[in-house]
């Protein structure tokens, strides 16, 4: 009987690696979170997104208590070209407690050349750590908006509304990407949001094809 031996098959591309290179910024969606506040009941509630490896972009904020259908991006820098795609904030302000319950949403003040891409819930007045979230250097990040659905309102102690993050521009060629986080609004807040959205400047779109919760 003859023999025959497997060809050696190259290695893909970085198909289907469950994670997006933006451009020196590795984006990957996760499924896996630690919550950090709850009103109960089925009410509305905050969490974090938790990856071994990653880094969070903020708190993601919830409907109600159930975290089956949240996702959320975490992120990393791959970039080869010099400088620091993320950095810590500098400081947090507070936009405000949510509903029912003791906790602050804690508004990042990102360095000079980086944008905040969203919050953090903390379950009391203390001001969260800079090392919570990463900001994202501006030429990743482009203009967003709130969606036009509430995640939550309230008026106590005073008017509050909850939304998600949505891309301004949008489309099949747009370059925008909703990080799963959320934007407050208070009576007095107007104009463009604080946050931001991811920018994607790579466009391997294909790598993205698998999602992974680690």
């Known amino acids: 009987m003859s023999s025959f031996s497997v060809p050696s098959w190259p290695l893909g591309g970085g198909f ?21 506040w709850s009103a109960g009941g ?18 993601v904020a919830l409907a109600t208590a159930d975290t089956t259908f949240a ?9 080869d070209e010099g400088g620091d795609v993320l950095a810590a904030p500098t400081d947090f302000t507070s ?8 906790a602050t949403s804690g508004s990042p003040v990102a360095p000079s050349g980086y944008h905040a891409v969203g919050y953090v ?60 986080t959320f934007v407050v609004r208070t009576s007095s807040s107007g104009g463009p949001s604080v946050v931001r959205c991811l920018k994607n400047k790579g466009a391997n779109l294909a790598a993205a094809m698998r999602t992974s919760p680690k």
Do not use: N, Y
């Not at 936009?95 to 003791?102: D, K, V």
């Open 71 to 79: 996702r959320a991006l975490v992120v990393r820098s791959v970039s």
């Open 121 to 180: 819930v903390t379950p009391s007045a203390d001001k969260p750590s800079l090392e919570s979230l990463r900001c994202v250097r501006e030429d990743l990040t482009e203009q967003c908006e709130e969606s036009k659905s509430e995640l939550w309102s309230t008026t106590v102690p005073r008017p509050i509304t909850v939304r998600s993050l949505v891309p301004s521009v949008r489309g099949p060629r747009a370059a925008g990407l909703p990080p799963g």
């Open 42 to 59: 089925g009410q509305p509630s905050c969490c974090r997104p938790h990856s071994r490896r990653l880094l969070p972009l903020g708190s």
């Open 95 to 102: 936009s405000g407690r949510p509903p029912m319950e003791a």
């Open 16 to 36: 289907a690696k469950g994670s997006i290179d933006l451009g020196g910024l590795e984006v990957r969606r996760v499924s896996s979170f630690a919550k950090v």
